[in-house]
């Protein structure tokens, strides 16, 4: 579903309470804050979460894979955030639970593989969405899938583009809030919004001068390439 306002720009991976002021200066409408994911350079402990979720001055979503619901309740009870983000294989029956508990909302990232994987069917990925928000979810998120089955597989922070004619048909289909992520970075940022047309875009290490340390200049260039996409609007 696209907005008639502005597309929306959320910062992922942000790891200082510096980055999160920094990101909010730019123009960024959300920042994303990684909880307890291993394979992930930029998790953070609840410990060094808390204060970034305290202090910014921007919505936060925390991100998680694969955990149960009572771990996440407990993480949601000490952060705070205005949503949670399942990135994994999490069930419709998982986000019902959750959004019977949580004061917050949940969110849920759905994947498509590569961009050079050539055209994709998105029967399975729409059914699974629908599902997801049948359960819930309240914004639906497009990142990219790399890898055989297995603990090997990155769901995400690949960096890697996804097909935007796939992602383009799920928007479309898509009722609530939907973001595309995958690759995206402030070069390629205006063409992916004038190709697919989400409600916004989601984005980690296009930003970064450092893992997990976001570059200002590229922050400003971001936020300007998606405003220029979008002209015209409020």
């Known amino acids: 579903m696209s907005s008639e306002r502005a597309v929306r720009v959320k910062v992922c991976g942000i790891t200082t309470i510096e980055d999160a002021r920094m990101v909010a200066e730019a123009g960024a409408d959300y920042l994303g804050v990684i909880v307890g994911i291993d394979v992930s350079p930029r998790q953070l402990t609840l410990e060094q979460a808390r204060p970034i979720c305290e202090q910014s001055p921007l919505p936060v979503v925390n991100l998680f894979f694969?955990?149960?619901?009572?771990?996440?309740?407990?993480?949601?009870?000490?952060?705070?955030?205005?949503?949670?983000?399942?990135?994994?294989?999490?069930?419709?029956?998982?986000?019902?639970?959750?959004?019977?508990?949580?004061?917050?909302?949940?969110w849920k990232s759905i994947h498509l593989p590569p961009a050079d994987r050539g055209e994709v069917d998105v029967t399975e990925?729409?059914?699974?969405?629908?599902?997801?928000?049948?359960?819930?979810v309240r914004a639906v998120l497009i990142d990219t899938v790399v890898g055989a089955a297995g603990k090997d597989r990155r769901w995400g922070?690949?960096?890697?583009?996804?097909?935007?004619?796939?992602?383009?048909?799920?928007?479309?289909?898509?009722?609530?809030?939907?973001?595309?992520?995958?690759?995206?970075?402030?070069?390629?940022?205006r063409q992916a919004i004038e190709a697919v047309h989400p409600y916004g875009i989601d984005l980690c290490s296009g930003v970064e001068v450092t893992t997990g340390r976001k570059d200002p200049a590229k922050v400003r260039r971001l936020v300007q390439a998606v405003r220029e996409a979008a002209p015209g609007r409020a």
């Open 157 to 189: 922070g690949t960096g890697q583009t996804n097909s935007w004619t796939a992602a383009r048909k799920l928007v479309e289909a898509i009722p609530v809030p939907t973001f595309l992520a995958g690759g995206i970075n402030p070069d390629n940022a």
């Open 66 to 106: 694969n955990r149960e619901a009572e771990q996440i309740s407990e993480a949601v009870s000490v952060l705070h955030p205005h949503a949670v983000q399942l990135l994994g294989q999490e069930t419709p029956s998982l986000v019902r639970e959750l959004t019977r508990t949580l004061t917050c909302e949940v």
């Open 125 to 136: 990925q729409l059914e699974r969405a629908r599902a997801l928000i049948d359960a819930g």
